[in-house]
């Protein structure tokens, strides 16, 4: 019979898979062992609802039996199954979401990042591979009369044929590679090893995983005495879901073995959350968050919500419901009675208990950052790093409802102090008297502490926030106000930076030049002109009046299609009036205002290049600048 081959990048990535990745080979085991947890987890739940998976739907066991004379290792669960198509799409591709391009010649370095993309897409059961040489998979499905076997040795492709089996479920049979001089691949045929990696990665399994052991037994006295050996199945796993356990009787590693078996990370998780709540709605959470966004966390495909569990029983893989918009970054489970088991999805929205699951968590999550950015800065500033943003743009969500709640968990970059600081330690350290929270925005803290306004604020011994995402400007203006202090740009007319003199001087020097600024203001028909009170070494600088600030008319060009290209700050220039090119100006306007005209328009054109906003007209303008050459 023909082979089918995989897929030419499954290949290649079956290829790492053997030869390269894991070190840790041993965990085949638990790959196994979870999919035939999971499969038993699907046969359980259609049981509930359709008929057809009740018959079938037994004792969910799952059996490990080793045979040192035939150097196999089985495993065998009486979950859904599955059908030829599945079969062939589940075992047959590893690769399914395909997202992966795979170059022919591939780095270290590449590789590296190759394997942890796999392993973020579960090749679960092709590690198998690392241990056997040949695995051959007998499955039923719940929805099918026919058995089917599946046969590869890895290399050369697989063979799909009829086959027979009373029941439902599946037995995965391996045959264990031949002992190397580096890899003693029998170990894997030993009572007591797999007997330690039951228990060590598969504990929580809420099914009954049983070993096969043999029983040693003598019967009789003196000449009698007679030793029979039997072979047995014995439950290995103590089968209580992490998640129910006691906090004192939780240990660290088998909660962030849980978290990487189950939401498939490398890496710990940076912050656990066990919660154990009685009242009108009792339930039992584990939560985690992880220690770097997931690879897809800002796609579309990225799905947020926790595992919903009834009694023990999965009924949703990510409830949605339970978890806020801004904490959509927490994984993890939560397991109640007080649900109906046979409420549907749609129902489930609406269901009173996952509601107020979902509010008490919410609290619970902040609480524990709280804590954290209290008692472990540095975990803290981690957690700020990957998932920061998350919460600013929960600030501004929903008109910022959830402003107050959250505040408490932003950081911005402080001038002073070099470092992230809370709004709490910004209005802790500002001098009395400082009537505003000074920001300024750019991209990068570098560049925004260089700007020449910050001279005003340092002088005065204010601090200032440096924002650098494009959300921020919008986190400052929804928040507002802390107590009688407002968030002020640096930029803006209300800064208060200025000494009293300086005022006076810009003030009376408005006044004296009055005609010329509504001469320059009709001339580029802008917001304004005005006598800056910021500048120092420019001619010029561009700023806005009203809400709109020239950052956000950046912001809202920068989206694509149509979305903000219509929203435009009011433009205002500034003219520095200590300046050469003013006095420069101010005499042509008084002898010559087409050349006036001009060079108003060169240095409009100067403050939007460095403002960062493009010149409407770049032929006119670089007329413009010739023609005073003239
Ligand atoms: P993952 O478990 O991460 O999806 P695997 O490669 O381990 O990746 O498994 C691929 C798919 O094969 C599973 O999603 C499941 O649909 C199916 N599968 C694997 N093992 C079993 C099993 N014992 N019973 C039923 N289906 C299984």
């Not at 228990?199 to 096969?212: A, E, H, N």
């Not at 906090?247 to 656990?272: C, G, M």
């Not at 998350?390 to 008109?399: C, H, S, T």
Request: net charge negative; with cysteine.
């Amino acid at each position: 019979m023909a082979k089918k081959q995989f897929k030419a990048e499954s290949k290649r990535l079956l290829d790492l898979m053997i030869h390269s990745i894991y070190t840790n080979k041993e965990i085949f085991l638990r790959e196994l062992i979870s999919n035939a947890s999971d499969a038993s987890d699907k046969l359980h739940f259609l049981s509930l609802t359709n008929e057809v998976a009740r018959r079938q739907c037994g004792e969910l066991t799952i059996d490990i039996v080793p045979n040192k004379e035939a150097r196999t290792l089985t495993v065998t669960d009486r979950g859904v199954g599955m059908t030829r198509e599945e079969l062939e799409t589940n075992l047959g591709t590893i690769c399914k979401s395909g997202s992966l391009q795979f170059k022919e010649e591939m780095t270290k370095e590449e590789e590296k990042e190759a394997v942890n993309i796999i392993g973020q897409f579960g090749v679960g059961f092709y590690s198998a591979f690392m241990v056997s040489d040949r695995i051959s998979v007998l499955t039923k499905s719940y929805q099918s009369d026919t058995a089917y076997r599946w046969v590869s040795d890895g290399a050369d492709g697989y063979t799909i044929t009829e086959a027979e089996k009373a029941d439902v479920g599946t037995v995965i049979e391996m045959h264990i590679k031949d002992d190397t001089d580096d890899e003693k691949y029998s170990e894997y045929l030993s009572e007591y090893t797999l007997r330690r990696l039951i228990k060590t990665y598969s504990d929580y399994i809420r099914y009954p995983v049983r070993l096969m052991c043999e029983k040693h037994e003598t019967t009789g006295e003196g000449e009698n005495k007679t030793e029979t050996v039997t072979n047995e199945l014995e439950t290995i796993n103590t089968m209580e879901p992490v998640w129910k356990k006691s906090k004192a009787r939780l240990k660290k590693e088998e909660t962030n073995q849980f978290y990487k078996d189950q939401f498939h990370d490398f890496a710990d998780p940076l912050i656990t959350v066990r919660v154990a709540a009685e009242g009108v709605v009792s339930y039992d959470a584990l939560l985690f968050i992880p220690e770097k966004a997931p690879y897809d966390y800002f796609t579309k495909e990225y799905q947020k919500g926790l595992r919903l569990y009834t009694n023990g029983v999965l009924i949703m893989d990510h409830c949605t419901d339970l978890i806020n918009e801004h904490y959509r970054f927490v994984r993890g489970v939560v397991d109640t009675a007080d649900l109906s088991l046979n409420i549907s999805r749609e129902m489930l929205q609406k269901d009173q208990a996952v509601s107020v699951i979902a509010k008490n968590l919410d609290k619970k999550i902040h609480s524990e950052l709280k804590k954290t950015l209290e008692k472990d800065r540095e975990t803290y500033e981690r957690f700020y790093k990957a998932f920061g943003i998350q919460l600013k743009y929960g600030v501004v969500a929903d008109y910022g409802i959830h402003k107050e709640e959250l505040k408490d968990l932003l950081m911005f970059y402080s001038m002073k102090e070099q470092k992230l600081i809370t709004i709490k330690e910004y209005l802790e350290a500002a001098p009395e008297g400082q009537k505003h929270i000074y920001y300024a925005c750019g991209e990068t803290a570098a560049k925004i502490c260089a700007l020449p306004q910050t001279e005003l604020v340092r002088k005065k011994g204010y601090d200032m926030l440096c924002l650098t995402d494009e959300v921020d400007e919008f986190v400052m203006n929804i928040l507002m106000k802390e107590g009688d202090r407002d968030y002020c740009s640096i930029n803006s007319d209300h800064a208060d930076l200025l000494d009293e003199e300086d005022t006076k001087k810009a003030e009376e020097s408005a006044e004296e030049n009055k005609d010329l600024l509504s001469f320059i203001k009709e001339t580029l028909s802008i917001s304004d002109a005005v006598i800056s009170r910021k500048l120092v070494s420019q001619p010029v600088c561009l700023s806005a009046k009203g809400s709109v600030t020239l950052d956000m008319e950046k912001y809202f060009a920068s989206l694509p299609g149509e979305q903000g290209g219509g929203v435009k700050a009011e433009r205002v220039l500034e003219l520095n009036a200590s300046h050469a090119a003013f006095a420069a100006l101010k005499k042509a306007y008084e002898t010559d205002q087409e050349r006036a005209a001009t060079m108003v328009r060169v240095l409009y054109g100067q403050a939007l290049l460095i403002a960062g906003l493009p010149v409407e007209d770049p032929t006119s303008y670089a007329q413009d600048v010739c023609s005073l050459f003239e």
